[in-house]
């Protein structure tokens, strides 16, 4: 019903930048918040950063300072602009969309992208 695909993921130095996209698509009749997650091998997938369509945002302590998350939500997409990166935000970020949809407009549900790599090099 939604779909979310995540873009711009790489290999990049420490100290680099990398910018990450995600679109949502399909039967969307309102998003109301659009974040990412991330998850490296072994471990749990982690809260990355989170804005809702009244544009608060939340960010994890982790990558406060670091990461901006930002949103077009006429193109239902948003961003994560990683700054400093450092080598333990190496993961697979994925994008998740929370959202109602035109079959059904008064529920919203979770969607999650496929993931993107993300390799930051010491």
């Known amino acids: 019903q939604v779909q979310v695909v995540e873009s711009g993921g790489g290999l990049v130095q420490a100290g680099g930048s990398l910018r990450l996209s995600c679109a949502a698509s399909?039967?969307?009749?309102?998003?109301?918040?659009m974040g990412w997650h991330r998850q490296a091998p072994g471990k749990q997938r982690d809260f990355v950063a989170r804005?809702?369509?009244?544009?608060?945002?939340n960010y994890a302590d982790s990558v406060k300072g670091r990461f901006t998350i930002s949103r077009d939500y006429a193109k239902n997409t948003v961003y994560l602009q990683m700054n400093s990166l450092k080598p333990e935000d190496t993961a697979v970020y994925y994008c998740?969309?929370?959202?109602?949809?035109?079959?059904?407009?008064?529920?919203?549900?979770?969607?999650w992208g496929q993931g993107t790599q993300v390799t930051v090099s010491s």
């Open positions: 399909g039967s969307i009749f309102s998003i109301k918040s």
């Open positions: 998740n969309a929370v959202s109602t949809t035109t079959n059904n407009p008064t529920t919203a549900n979770s969607y």
């Open positions: 804005i809702t369509s009244t544009d608060i945002t």
